[in-house]
């Protein structure tokens, strides 16, 4: 009888293990701005690009005093990032204090990816349906 309510416990605690887990990934793809895997993933990359760009800017003011434009940045070598993540494009807008970054989506598309990501000289992200 004890390894029975032995095995009965394990079970039920395989079971909650599995739901939180499940709870835990749809949650995060939610909390990515996507509504599902795929999207999720492509929103990653884009939040991992616009954070390469936003480094290369910082290091670019470190060592020129100025913010630089997305071509200064790729013939500088101080970026590799390619201009677009379809369906997503980036752009760099700058001023004499800072910079912001930004992906925009080119076509629409039900995929309930945001229609613009951008990050600033602050490291701060924000995003636009």
Do not use: C, H, W
Not at 7 to 19: E, P
């Amino acid at each position: 009888m004890g390894r029975i309510f032995g095995f009965l416990v394990l079970l039920v605690t395989v079971g909650v293990g599995i739901y939180l887990y499940a709870k835990q990934a749809q949650n995060s793809s939610a909390a990515a701005g996507a509504s599902n895997p795929k999207a999720a993933i492509n929103i990653t990359g884009v939040r991992t690009d616009l954070m390469t760009i936003a480094q290369a800017e910082r290091g670019y003011f470190a060592s020129e005093g100025k913010y630089a434009s997305f071509d200064e940045l790729i013939s500088s070598r101080s970026l590799t990032v390619s201009r677009q993540r379809p369906p997503y494009t980036y752009e760099v807008q700058t001023s004499g204090s800072g910079f912001r970054v930004i992906a925009t989506r080119s076509r629409d598309d039900a995929s309930g990816t945001p229609a613009e990501l951008s990050v600033d000289q602050d490291m701060q992200f924000q995003q636009s349906q």
